[in-house]
């Protein structure tokens, strides 16, 4: 058998992994790509994929960089079954609705600012809402531990990966030749004891395991030290009357804070007169799912249940599902904590309260969640001294609280202890879902621990699988050079600098409204530039 990475191969986002038999050819995720301009360009390359030859997609769990491009396949000819358990199917339909709705808002941002430049308009979104809607007929939905065959040859078995709700690591057995081979997909391994979610579930044998490597490098916080730390700047801003701003994916990272808030407000740690805002409607959705798959939540939040309590609510939480009731918290004198997506900071409600906030000294900003290379947040919690938001450079004079005891990714300790229940010593693990130099620092540690053999696989590099857990890598990828190199660009940026320059003196003896006019864009230009200073 073949696999071709088409994603999350030495990068975090992305993930989709098209794998040829005999009988079949199929995918395991189809997400979305985030992060820098260059790696976002990757969604619109939808003809590697050939969507009308694939038989049908395995989804680990609902989160964008796994399903993402599923509308995209739909829109270029895929009509075939999507299986997922239960939870998934229906986040997956909140979840590329929301999509979609962001791809066309943005497309039609940029049409309109190329029609007031004079230009004739000619951006399409990556997908439409149309094409979201259509994905939802094709889902399938499975239990855990319930083995099916989407196809003769092929076995599928979904367990609990403890990430998100319903979220699955896959067991793949593929007979070819009187051979059975067992793939092992981690999909997003959980960490061990966070609040909602059961602890991910162990596999004891696979030929290949394809194992996600996101937190490779380091460990999370333990999670009284979050909690306290969250109390923290919840402390620190409403001492000083100025709001706490929580960038959140609106799907199990919203809810643990949901869950965090109501332990600190049983332990008199959250001010009963400081509001907590849920400023997304996507989240407010995905926390109703989380109320309807309450046997999918781990045995400590199901007493709470059944006790009449419910951890994700608060007296003082206030949900802000209209535009309008948005832009009113901004409005808002005195403290508050305000929930919103994305959790990248890089779309939706999160940045403009951002923009309203970053540049006040009491303010707090707590990030709780994996930023890729590339985004705002990313920018932010690198140390950034100012980040551009809707063309204004904004300093940054919050305190910003970094808490990665919250995410929903087990650490380095928990990915080893993890890989640990592996008995047979020949498996072939192939690391994906994780930056390079994360990678090959937990690569080196797996081989001294456990000596197993690791491979890091690069975007579309293709390999063929063979008995016995050995493989051969049958195509290389081929290198992506930059459309316009470094120095092209600087020698471009030369030359229209020296223009303006040699243009001084006719600039002056303009009117001084058309000498403020250019000022004004020269400012802009100013602004592009503390932006790449603050990416150095």
């Known amino acids: 058998m073949k696999i071709i990475f088409l994603g999350a191969a030495r990068t975090v986002t992305g993930s989709c992994y098209i794998i040829e038999t005999g009988e079949a050819r199929f995918a395991v995720d189809c997400g979305m790509f985030q992060g820098t301009t260059e790696i976002e360009k990757r969604n619109w390359e939808t003809g590697m994929y050939d969507p009308l030859h694939i038989d049908f997609f395995i989804i680990t769990h609902a989160h964008i960089d796994h399903t993402g491009l599923l509308p995209r396949m739909v829109q270029n000819g895929f009509r075939g079954p999507i299986y997922a358990t239960e939870p998934t199917g229906d ?3 909140i979840l590329l609705l929301d999509s979609a709705h962001i791809q066309e808002v943005e497309a039609g941002w940029k049409n309109k600012k190329m029609l007031r430049n004079g230009r004739q308009p000619n951006i399409s979104p990556l997908y439409y809402l149309k094409d ?4 939802g007929p094709l889902v399938k939905t499975k239990t855990y531990d319930d083995a099916f065959s989407p196809v003769s040859g092929v076995k599928v078995k979904f367990q609990d990966a403890g990430h998100i709700l319903g979220a699955a690591i896959l067991e793949i057995f593929i007979e070819e030749n009187g051979t059975t081979t067992k793939l092992v997909f981690s999909g997003d391994i959980g960490r061990r004891h966070q609040l909602l979610m059961e602890d991910p579930s162990t596999v004891n044998v696979a030929d290949f395991l394809f194992m996600e490597s996101t937190y490779g490098d380091r460990n999370h916080k333990g999670e009284e030290d979050s909690l306290q730390e969250l109390a923290e700047a919840i402390d620190y801003s409403y001492s000083r009357g100025e709001k706490v701003i929580i960038p959140a994916f609106a799907v199990e990272r919203t809810q643990e804070i949901l869950y965090s808030l109501y332990l600190l407000y049983r ?6 007169d400081m509001p907590v805002f849920l400023d997304s409607p996507l989240a407010i959705q995905a926390t109703e799912i989380f109320r309807r798959y309450r046997s999918y939540l781990d045995g400590e939040t199901q007493s709470l249940l059944k006790n009449g309590e419910d951890p994700l609510d608060l007296p003082q939480l206030k949900f802000s599902s209209t535009t309008a009731q948005s832009m009113e918290i901004n ?3 005195g403290s508050a904590i305000v929930i919103s997506a994305s959790g990248m900071a890089n779309a939706g409600r999160i940045k403009h309260h951002l ?5 006040r000294p009491g303010a707090s900003v707590v990030f709780v969640g994996f930023q890729a290379e590339g985004t705002p947040g990313r920018r932010i919690v690198d140390g950034a001294k100012t980040i551009r938001l809707f063309g204004e450079d904004i300093s940054i004079e919050a305190r910003v609280f970094t808490i990665n005891g919250f995410s929903a990714h087990a650490g380095q300790d928990q990915l080893l202890d993890w890989l640990g229940h592996f008995q047979n010593k020949k498996m072939k693990i192939f690391l994906v879902h994780g930056e390079l130099a994360v990678q090959e620092k937990l690569a080196a540690l797996i081989k001294e621990r456990y000596g197993f053999a690791v491979d890091i696989p690069e975007y579309l590099e293709e ?3 063979k008995a016995g857990a050995q493989f051969a890598v049958v195509k290389q990828p081929v290198k992506i050079q930059p459309t ?3 120095d092209s660009a600087f020698n471009d940026l030369k030359a229209k600098i020296d223009y303006i320059n040699n243009m001084k003196q006719k600039i002056q003896q303009l009117s001084p409204a058309k000498q403020g006019e250019i000022l004004e864009l020269l400012k802009d230009i100013d602004g592009n530039f503390n932006e790449i200073k603050s990416r150095l």
Not at 267 to 272: A, D, N, T, V, Y
């Open 463 to 465: 390999i063929e699988l």
């Open 267 to 272: 332990e008199g740690k959250l001010p009963k």
């Open 331 to 333: 409005e808002l004198k």
């Open 91 to 93: 986040l997956l339909k």
């Open 484 to 486: 316009l190199s470094m």
């Open 355 to 359: 923009r309203h906030n970053l540049w």
């Open 132 to 135: 979201a809607e259509a994905v």
